[in-house]
C-alpha cells in the first residue's frame, strides 16, 4: 500500500521567513495531493492541494509543487506569520475510493 | 455553512466499555470518512461510505470496531470492549462525491482508563 514520509518533523523559522516541508510517497498510482494545518484541539484543516496533471499551485502565501517523476510533493508557506504556527500534514490517495494517507506532521513554530 | 460536527468531543470509558462515536457530515455529502489520529501521529483511515453503503473498512483494526449509516447521513463509529489502545482522537470527514476534497470535523477525543 502507499506510503508517505514527511520532513521534517519539527520547524521554527522567524517570522517574514519562509518555510518548506516536503513529503515522498511511494504508489505511483497516486494522484490527489492535499495539504492540511491542524491547531491544537482541532480537526485538520484542508489548505491547498494538488492533482497529478499539475505541476504547482499557488493561493496567497501558499504553494504546492509536485514533481510525479520523483514521487515527492512541497508545501511552500512565504512571509510567515505567528498565526501559521500549527501542525501540517501531507496526505496522498489515488482516485477510487480516495482514503487519504497521511504524513506524519510538521510542527511548525514562527516565531516573533 | 455548518461543518462536519461530531459528538461527544471528549469520551472517557473504563477498559471493556462499549462506546458510539457520532459525526455529522456536511448536508448533501455523500462521502463519509472515520480515521484513527493516535497522538503525536497522522490520521489512518479506517472506513469510508458512499451514501448508506460501506465500501471499504480496510482500516478497522479488529472486529470490536464496526461503523454503519443507515440513511446514508448520520454515521457512528462503535467500539466494543475497548481496549487501552483504543485510546485517540477520532475524525469523521465527509465530502460531495468521490475524488473530492475531504473536510474533517474536530474529531472525538476517546481515553481508555
Known amino acids: 500500500g502507499e506510503n508517505v514520509e514527511q520532513h521534517p518533523s519539527t520547524l521554527s523559522v522567524q517570522e517574514g521567513d519562509s518555510a518548506v516541508i516536503k513529503c515522498t510517497y511511494s504508489?505511483?498510482?497516486?494522484?490527489?495531493f492535499p495539504w492540511y494545518k491542524q491547531e491544537l484541539g482541532k480537526g485538520p484543516q484542508l489548505i491547498i492541494d494538488?492533482?497529478?496533471?499539475?505541476g504547482e499551485k499557488k493561493d496567497q502565501r501558499i504553494a504546492v509543487t509536485l514533481n510525479k517523476t520523483a514521487k515527492h510533493f512541497s508545501l511552500h508557506i512565504t512571509e510567515t506569520q505567528p498565526e501559521d504556527s500549527a501542525v501540517y500534514f501531507c496526505?496522498?490517495?489515488?482516485?477510487?475510493?480516495?482514503?487519504?494517507?497521511f504524513g506524519a506532521g510538521t510542527i511548525l513554530r514562527v516565531k516573533s | 455553512g455548518a461543518g462536519v460536527s461530531q459528538s461527544p468531543r471528549y469520551k472517557v470509558a473504563k477498559r471493556g466499555q462499549d462506546v458510539a462515536l457520532r459525526c455529522d457530515p456536511i448536508?448533501?455529502?455523500?462521502?463519509l470518512f472515520w480515521y484513527q489520529q493516535a497522538l503525536g501521529q497522522g490520521p489512518e483511515f479506517l472506513t469510508y461510505?458512499?451514501?448508506?453503503?460501506?465500501?471499504?473498512k480496510s482500516g478497522l483494526p479488529s472486529d470490536r470496531f464496526f461503523a454503519e449509516r443507515p440513511e446514508g447521513s448520520v454515521s457512528t463509529l462503535k467500539i466494543q470492549r475497548t481496549q487501552q489502545e483504543d485510546s485517540a482522537v477520532y475524525l469523521c470527514?465527509?465530502?460531495?462525491?468521490?475524488?473530492?476534497?475531504?473536510?474533517f470535523g474536530p474529531g472525538t477525543r476517546l481515553t481508555v482508563t
Open positions: 470527514a465527509s465530502s460531495l462525491a468521490p475524488s473530492y476534497e475531504q473536510y
Open positions: 504508489d505511483s498510482a497516486s494522484n490527489y
Open positions: 494538488i492533482r497529478s496533471n499539475v
Open positions: 496526505a496522498a490517495s489515488m482516485e477510487y475510493g480516495n482514503k487519504l494517507v
Open positions: 448536508s448533501g455529502h455523500v462521502s
Open positions: 461510505f458512499q451514501n448508506e453503503a460501506q465500501l471499504d
